[in-house]
């Protein structure tokens, strides 16, 4: 299957998703030897940030992009650090048993193609009493990228071309989440949706971003004359995004945490 990540592009702007991972961070317990999986971890910043916090621990780096696991490895040997390891898997085909003290997700979810059964399988993946943590963006039409996706489609006059594509990312309800955690019994489940700055600088950066989080998709219904117009339509509506310091966009993203059951308590 076509890798639809590319690293670079990625790695460009990742650093601007900083102060989100921080607050998923912020909220699970990490002790020193700990065991950690980091399921979509990207090109590897916050894997090897964790690694730096469970020192006699361990971390493993999975995500389904050859690109992505392959621009860790290369950052992997710059770095002198022997309790981390990157493996290319989707996280729709984790087949690990009781063997971590945390799993995290950060920025993954919206695009898992099973995030039910993903979360079954991060959940196995657990030791009893581990925790969970998943943060993604929602992708609804308050979400800057569909606001200008939106504008630009109208007008294009593009309406036909989307009118039987089928929206590809997952954009559940805080209480639908919920109820699927405690279905699968996680204990002590918080689900909340909190607004977060996306601090990007110049606008270019913004595009840059939209471009590694899913415009391709969006441009890929396109024949490539379109495509090249919709891009440079999305440029223009970017700038009309622009508030009062010109620099930031807000947008809602879902926060879900919850500890395995400890079964025989
Ligand atoms: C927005 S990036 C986030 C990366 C990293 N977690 C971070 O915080 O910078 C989304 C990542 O999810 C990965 N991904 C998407 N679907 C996946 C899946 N089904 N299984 C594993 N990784 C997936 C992508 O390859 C990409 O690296």
């Known amino acids: 299957m076509k890798d639809k990540w590319d690293s670079k592009k990625y790695k460009s702007i990742s650093g601007l998703q900083g102060n989100i991972s921080n607050e998923l961070i912020s909220q699970l317990t990490f002790k020193g030897n700990y065991h950690v999986l980091d399921a979509g971890c990207g090109t590897g910043d916050l894997t090897f940030k964790v690694a730096g916090i469970v020192k006699e621990g361990f971390v493993l780096g999975i995500d389904s992009s050859p690109s992505m696991i392959e621009k860790c490895n290369e950052s992997l040997q710059s770095k002198n650090l022997s309790n981390v390891r990157f493996i290319t898997k989707d996280i729709n085909e984790l087949d690990f048993s009781g063997e971590f003290d945390i799993v995290y997700s950060n920025s993954v979810f919206h695009w898992v193609k099973d995030p039910v059964q993903a979360l079954d399988l991060l959940y196995e993946s657990l030791k009893l009493s581990g925790s969970m943590g998943i943060q993604f963006p929602l992708l609804n039409s308050l979400h800057p990228m569909i606001i200008v996706f939106n504008k630009a489609v109208k007008k294009l006059k593009l309406e036909d071309?989307?009118?039987?594509?089928?929206?590809?990312?997952?954009?559940?309800?805080?209480?639908?989440?919920?109820?699927?955690?405690?279905?699968?019994?996680?204990?002590?489940?918080?689900?909340?949706?909190?607004?977060?700055?996306?601090?990007?600088?110049?606008?270019?950066?913004?595009?840059?971003?939209?471009?590694?989080?899913?415009?391709?998709?969006?441009?890929?219904?396109?024949?490539?004359?379109?495509?090249?117009?919709?891009?440079?339509?999305?440029?223009?509506?970017i700038e009309t995004l622009k508030n009062s310091d010109n620099s930031t966009v807000s947008f809602e993203r879902l926060f879900a945490l919850g500890f395995r059951k400890l079964t025989n308590r």
């Open 161 to 237: 071309e989307y009118r039987s594509w089928k929206f590809p990312w997952y954009v559940p309800a805080s209480d639908d989440f919920k109820a699927l955690m405690e279905k699968k019994e996680f204990e002590e489940v918080k689900v909340y949706k909190k607004s977060l700055d996306f601090n990007y600088g110049k606008s270019i950066n913004l595009y840059k971003s939209f471009d590694s989080a899913g415009l391709g998709v969006f441009a890929s219904v396109l024949s490539k004359e379109k495509a090249e117009a919709f891009r440079a339509e999305i440029k223009k509506e």
